[in-house]
């Protein structure tokens, strides 16, 4: 009988032990899975942050596009109204030029 209490008391002593080790593992299991969660709690929050930003630079390549496109057009009207200008000139030095023939032929 003595010794039926003998092995019932080293059967708890591991089970204690067992207890004791299983506690420990699952402490360390919910401290990672903690870790892990604020890891993904960061994760999508730089997610967040990164789409925020990326709709930003969206935003800023469309406007920058239209302000490139608006200048090109400024541009290219100056450039037509100079050329307009120009032609202008040419017609009536054209014009004077077959005047002046004109008259010389004439006299």
């Known amino acids: ?20 080790a299983l506690t420990k593992q699952l402490t ?9 969660m604020d890891l993904v ?13 990326l709709r930003e630079a969206r935003m800023h390549v469309t406007e920058f596009a239209r302000e490139r496109d608006s200048l090109k057009m400024d541009r290219m009207r100056n450039e037509l109204n100079e050329a307009q ?18 008259r010389l032929d004439e006299e």
């Open 28 to 36: 360390h299991c919910e401290t990672e899975l903690q870790a892990h």
């Open 85 to 102: 200008r120009e032609a202008v000139v040419v017609k009536s030095v054209v014009e004077e030029e077959q005047s002046l023939e004109q």
């Open 1 to 20: 009988m003595h010794s039926k209490v003998e092995e019932q008391a080293k059967e708890i002593e591991e089970q204690k032990a067992m207890i004791k």
């Open 41 to 53: 709690t960061n994760l999508e929050t730089a997610l967040g942050n990164a789409e925020k930003n």
